[in-house]
């Protein structure tokens, strides 16, 4: 019998993790940007074109996958060049300082962790406010997340979710399970209560990286 696919958690910071669904879902999401040279047979790619064979010209306003833009991106030739989306400029920053439970991360962007911590890959003089600003979003909006998923047993949770972020999702999804896996274990339908597959595959990862 065929093994049952494992889902692969998403890699940590600015690496991304390629067996990841997550991640390679992630990285089609689009930069805006523009092209410091000319760029040879990429118009297709881009949106631009209908050949192969057509190039982009330079200083062309441009949408550019996260991947392609990574492979592109150096700053000694200058292929390239990212803005930062508007999610992660300083007026929505503002935002989420002053109360980041408000937002609608689902609608600004499925992958606002994930994809905000990948724009640390890029020069920007911004990249220290923008690292500040996620990490104390992810504080600000984790209490609330594991509040409402420990409160929501056996009921609708679709509205609670519609306006998280997938990482946020994720985090909610495991306080059901572990919520759901304690009722059960309280009521006698359960021998014993097991560790979460994130604990499990985090101490799998220490036990790689002591052996490494």
Request: glycine share 8%.
């Amino acid at each position: 019998m065929a093994e049952a696919y494992f889902p692969v958690g998403p890699g940590l910071g600015m690496e991304e993790n390629f067996l990841s669904l997550d991640d390679i879902l992630m990285s089609q999401e689009k930069l805006p940007g523009r092209a410091e040279s000319a760029l040879p047979r990429l118009a297709v790619l881009m949106g631009q074109g209908a050949s192969s064979a057509e190039s982009i010209p330079e200083g062309s306003k441009l949408e550019i996958p996260l991947w392609l833009a990574k492979g592109l991106h150096d700053s000694k030739r200058r292929i390239i060049s990212v803005e930062l989306p508007k999610i992660y400029k300083e007026a929505w920053r503002t935002v989420f300082s002053a109360d980041a439970n408000v937002v609608d991360l689902h609608k600004m962007g499925p992958y606002y962790y994930g994809f905000g911590s990948q724009l640390l890959n890029f020069e920007n003089p911004e990249n220290p406010e923008i690292a500040q600003t996620i990490l104390q979003t992810f504080i600000a909006r984790f209490r609330r997340i594991m509040d409402s998923s420990q409160n929501a047993y056996n009921e609708d949770t679709s509205a609670l979710v519609a306006r998280l972020d997938e990482l946020e999702r994720a985090l909610f999804q495991v306080g059901q399970k572990g919520l759901n896996d304690f009722q059960c274990w309280e009521k006698g339908q359960a021998s014993q209560i097991t560790a979460s597959s994130l604990v499990q595959n985090y101490g799998k990862r220490k036990l790689t990286e002591v052996d490494g």
